[in-house]
Each structure stands twice: as structure tokens, then as C-alpha cells.
């Protein structure tokens, strides 16, 4: 069954059960089935899966070219850059020591110790799991109006969300365009499903609620 199905079926379940609860608890239970549902999510894209349990395709390996090392004294110091470029009068790279990006006058190099001009290439694959941003309370949102809730994502990040959840094409950079692969950020799980059921049971027969 698909994911819309699923869904669809879900929401007519719960429909079912809700329908002899009396308006304002109705409201108060939605809202306890959005926060359910999106803490499902939020837990699940952690885990990097897709609804039906399989993993996210991994990221494309990306290029990161480094230039070698070049090193001199500057004001009585050693300084060792990388990935460095030689500019009209100053000389702009990665310096090792300070672990930050820095420029230095070129007229004011006292001595070079050595200059390596050729360069490095290796793929490299970030190492951080994706979508650590975007399953965020801030991005990811549980609205409740009436007696309908509403998991999803607004504006720049429902864009960026929709390209991974039917794996289409976008452009990378204004020369680029690449497809994603699809990697499910909603959906409902069997686990989800269990969940929202059970919590509506123990809603309708705990009158504490």
C-alpha cells in the first residue's frame, strides 16, 4: 500500500474513534497526535530510513582539491598554509596553526622555508548525518486548527524537503543541475500507525484527559 493510502487510512481510523468525543477534548487529543506524529518523523529521518525501513541513499562523494603546503617567516613567526593563491601583493590560504583562512603582504615575507605548488584531489564524503537542520522543531511543524493537524515543513525548507521526498531535480549552483535521490523526510510507519491508534484508545478511555 502506498504511503498516501496509508495515510488516508490513518486518518479515517482516527476520525472513527474521535467522532463521539466531545469538541474540546477532540482538540486537545489532535494536538497530542501531532506531537506524536512529528516526534515519528523526527525520530525516524535521525535514523536516516526511509518509511519502509530502508536506508537513505548515502550522499555523492564531493571533489575537495588542496594545493600544497607553502611555508615562510612572517614577522619573526613561521607561518604553514594550504590550499593557499598568490594575489597581486599578498598571499591568501588555509594557515594550519591558526586553523582559519588568513592574508599576508607579500612584501612583508621575510624568508620562504618552502613552497609547494602542486595540488591534491580526493573524494570525500561529508560525515554528518543529513537533515540535521530540517527535522528541527523550527522546520519541521505540528500545527493544529480546529480539529485537523498538519506535520510539514513552510517556505525555503517545504522546497528543499520536497526535492529529496519524490527524488527530483535542482540546481546545485547557476551551471548545475543534479536529481536527488529519494530519500522519505514524511510518511506514516506501521510503528507510527500503532502509536497514534494507541494513543487515541488510551485518550478516549482515560478520562483525565
Known sequence: MSNTNDL?????????????????????MVKKLAQTLRKGQ???????????????QARSPRTE???????????G?????????RGHDRITGWDNKRGAIRTFLRNRIERYI???TA?????????????????TASFLRARVSGDSAVVGFDGVAAQ?????????EDQVNPSVRMRY???????VTPQDRELMLDAVFDFIVDKRW
Do not use: C
Open 8 to 28: 488516508a487510512q490513518l486518518e479515517k481510523e482516527l476520525q472513527d474513534m474521535l467522532r463521539n468525543v466531545e469538541p474540546a477534548r477532540r482538540r486537545l
Open 42 to 56: 523526527q525520530k525516524r529521518i535521525a535514523q536516516q530510513q526511509n518509511t519502509d525501513g530502508t536506508k537513505y
Open 65 to 75: 582539491v588542496t594545493q600544497q603546503r607553502l611555508r615562510f617567516i612572517y614577522f
Open 77 to 85: 613567526e613561521l607561518r604553514d598554509l594550504k590550499n593557499w593563491k
Open 114 to 116: 618552502s613552497v609547494e
Open 119 to 135: 595540488t591534491t584531489t580526493k573524494r570525500v564524503r561529508k560525515p554528518q548525518p543529513m537533515f540535521r537542520r530540517l527535522r
Open 160 to 168: 528543499i524537503a520536497n526535492v529529496h521526498q519524490l527524488g527530483l
Open 181 to 187: 535521490p529519494l530519500r522519505e523526510l514524511l510518511g
